[in-house]
């Protein structure tokens, strides 16, 4: 049985996407960056840190699952208004799949207030269908 374009989410000709670093999904309203054993290990190694360190450092148990610490005000520990990100290349699957979460792309209402949101969204590189539901498969997946 062929696929027809009913059975192809409204993004079939894929979307584009370009990290403008901006910070705008780094600050602002508090919230949490989800991150498990190996982004710990990662960010922890990146930043030259024992593990545990690093842990105490830096992450917080929210209920059953850890998440990043926030600076006064809901801003992610590691964004510097300056800098940016200072963990960038090692920065979490959660902020490495941003825009392409399942909550922002199930319809184009949902995709066009990301894009009121994020600079980055909408301009630059072209990510095929394809390639946007893998990275939005890999959000569940940590």
Aim: with cysteine.
């Amino acid at each position: 049985m062929n696929r027809t374009e009913s059975d192809s989410p409204w993004y079939r000709d894929g979307l584009p996407f370009e990290c403008t670093r901006c910070g705008a999904c780094c600050t602002g309203a508090p919230g949490y960056v989800w991150v498990g054993a190996e982004e710990i290990a990662r960010l922890a190694a990146f930043r030259g840190e024992a593990g545990d360190r690093f842990t105490r450092r830096y992450v917080r148990l929210v209920r059953d699952r850890y998440s990043l610490i926030e600076k006064p005000g809901g801003d992610c520990v590691f964004w510097d208004r300056r800098a940016g990100c200072t963990v960038y290349p090692a920065r979490p699957v959660q902020c490495q799949t941003w825009p392409f979460w399942p909550e922002n792309i199930a319809t184009p209402e949902d995709w066009w207030r990301v894009r009121g949101a994020c600079p980055g969204s909408g301009q630059g590189q072209w990510f095929s269908m394809e390639e946007i539901r893998a990275t939005a498969a890999r959000v569940h997946t940590q």
